[in-house]
């Protein structure tokens, strides 16, 4: 079933008794969000605040937040679809009357993909107008205690290109409200909307914008798609929904709005003005700082005369967002080979805040080919951020690190599978390049046959300065010793012992608690691909030939916190025991 709106999706989860509604008065400042966080660790309900201090509006969160529910709303039918249409371009190209007709069933879900337009009396959306102070009674949900203010969580973000209206994007875009009638918008470097705002800039005019709240599930997660820049968000939305997307012409100008949204916002952003953003508690699980974005000037806001207000909260993985590009990267999969046919398979990690860290299958059908694949992904869209990018000829399944490492640690030859770029673009939520947007990319690779057997057990004697050495699968060794700020050169030294000693461990991971970082795969990934940059924390013997570094065994990888890097998510005391007093009134 395909629910066409967020209070069927409601009604849907309350059936299956997967909804919790929250009666209790609840204060949107740092209460809301510690219940939604705990609900999220016991894998619990959606949840239906219908008290929150300061709005008329009910807060619905944690829509999303469990790979039961994920599945729930959107069901298999989208992926087949997805499947079915990357497969029949080998049986329709070029195109027969055969193979049109035994492609009949493809082509009329096809048909079915698109937007219609509906009367404005049969749009729900348009139920309520504000122009006076149209932000005023919005919930104002902070998440964490060093956060700037409240910010809308769950936007859906409408741009058109100036010069190319039909060019459109939709994404999700951090929303500091600063008043009841301005937001920041934290558009981020190799992001659509960026794109547009900067090309009107350019041409000295304001950018018109339209935030969408709420609509069918459908659109939340086309806006977060991390789909290749040809594919459209709102066909996206279309085709996941299985019909056209019911669209309503806004009477007061500018943008159509999807006519079951429960709220949209319209305005402009113009140019050349900033005002400072942040800090937010980010999906990376750090503070992002404060920073300079442009601004949003909002002329009105409609809204459903009984709107729900949808939100989510950010932190320390995993959160809603990890279940949400699950579904995602298994649904936009199929279609990456079209863009990037030599790249079989791919996958980012929601652990690390998707950018930190990609790995993919590639082809390799000639010597080095798989470097190709490399630059190829470093130069797409939105995984031109990546950091970390480890790439295999191996049938591997991708979501499981200690299965990925294995195979290409057996395979690496560090002399000519290992690239690091220095001075390149970071995700904006990156601060381990120490500079906003700027760091380093790496790319590690095993390819072909084994050239070595792994160790999986720690069996070489003690490390000078190394108290804990764990083991997380064959071949990677979790190390912990003094911190950054005590020993700043502590890798190099590390390095000089294990080649003093002739380590057969070919990764060697500096952390500041190995054994934490060795409890999951989820500690794992978020603790060590979140708190290095390739080119100032790797570390291993090289020499150049011909231009080129080629490095020997062991790689040393610095991950430890280090000064400058923003703080790490922790609620606030008053606030935990606050929640922890009142956790039975909540669910009475």
């Not at 914008?209 to 939340?220: D, E, K, Y």
């Not at 949400?324 to 996958?347: C, D, H, N, Y």
């Not at 190394?466 to 700043?488: F, H, T």
Request: aromatic share 10%; net charge negative.
């Amino acid at each position: 079933m395909s629910y066409q709106n967020l209070r069927q999706w409601l009604e849907a989860l309350r059936k299956e008794n997967d909804l919790k509604v929250i009666e209790a008065p609840v204060d949107p400042y740092l209460e809301l969000a510690e219940i939604h966080r705990r609900v999220i660790d016991e894998q619990g309900p959606a949840l239906l605040f219908t008290n929150v201090h300061g709005t008329p509006f009910p807060v619905a969160t944690n829509l999303f937040g469990t790979s039961r529910r994920v599945d729930m709303a959107f069901g298999p039918r989208p992926e087949e679809l997805m499947k079915s249409l990357v497969g029949a371009l080998d049986t329709m190209l070029p195109p027969t009357l055969s193979a049109l007709w035994n492609e009949r069933g493809l082509i009329k879900d096809i048909l079915k993909v698109g937007m219609k337009t509906v009367p404005m009396g049969d749009a729900p959306v348009l139920g309520v107008s504000r122009s006076d102070q149209p932000l005023k009674d919005l919930p104002r949900v902070t998440s964490w205690q060093e956060d700037g203010g409240p910010f809308i969580t769950l936007p859906l973000v409408y741009t058109e290109s100036p010069s190319r209206p039909k060019d459109h994007n939709l994404g999700m875009y951090r929303m500091q409200i600063y008043d009841n009638q301005t937001t920041g918008i934290h558009w981020q470097i190799h992001k659509g909307g960026g794109f547009h705002y900067h090309e009107a800039e350019q041409r000295g005019e304001a950018l018109r914008m339209t935030t969408f709240l709420g609509g069918p599930p459908a659109l939340i997660a086309s806006a977060i798609a991390p789909g290749p820049e040809m594919l459209p968000e709102l066909l996206l939305t279309s085709m996941i929904l299985g019909e056209k997307l019911p669209m309503v012409e806004n009477p007061l100008g500018g943008h159509r709005i999807p006519a079951e949204a429960e709220f949209a916002i319209s305005g402009l952003v113009p140019p050349f003005e900033r005002r400072p953003e942040g800090p937010f508690g980010d999906h990376y699980g750090y503070y992002s700082l404060m920073h300079d974005f442009p601004v949003f000037h909002v002329n009105h806001m409609w809204h459903r005369k009984d709107a729900i207000y949808p939100a989510t909260i950010v932190g320390k993985p995993r959160q809603e967002d990890y279940f949400m590009g699950e579904f995602l990267q298994r649904l936009l999969s199929p279609a990456f080979p079209l863009v990037m046919p030599s790249i079989k398979s791919l996958w980012t990690y929601a652990e690390t805040g998707f950018h930190a860290l990609a790995s993919a299958i590639v082809r390799v059908s000639y010597s080095r080919e798989a470097l190709v694949s490399a630059f190829r992904m470093l130069g797409e869209g939105q995984l031109s951020l990546t950091k970390f990018l480890i790439l295999t000829d191996q049938p591997v399944d991708l979501e499981n690190a200690s299965e990925l490492l294995e195979t290409v640690l057996a395979r690496f030859n560090p002399a000519v599978d290992l690239f690091i770029f220095n001075k390149t673009s970071h995700d904006t939520l990156d601060y381990t390049g120490r500079k906003l947007n700027h760091g380093s990319k790496a790319v590690l690779m095993g390819i072909g046959e084994p050239v070595r057997e792994l160790p999986r057990a720690y069996e070489e004697g003690p490390i000078a300065e190394i108290e804990q050495m764990v083991p997380y699968c064959g071949g990677c060794l979790l190390v912990s010793g003094a911190g950054y700020e005590d020993e700043p050169e502590l890798p190099e030294r590390l390095l000089q012992r294990l080649q003093e000693k002739g380590t057969e461990w070919p990764l060697v991971l500096l952390v500041d608690d190995a054994r934490q970082t060795a409890a999951d795969q989820t500690s794992f990934l978020w603790t060590v691909f979140t708190r290095f940059n390739p080119a100032t924390d790797i570390y291993a013997g090289a020499e150049v030939r011909n231009h080129h570094l080629s490095y020997r065994l062991p790689i040393v990888v610095d991950a430890r916190m280090k000064t400058g890097y923003p703080d790490e998510l922790i609620p606030r005391e008053d606030i935990v025991k606050k929640v922890d007093e009142r956790w039975n009134s909540y669910f009475a």
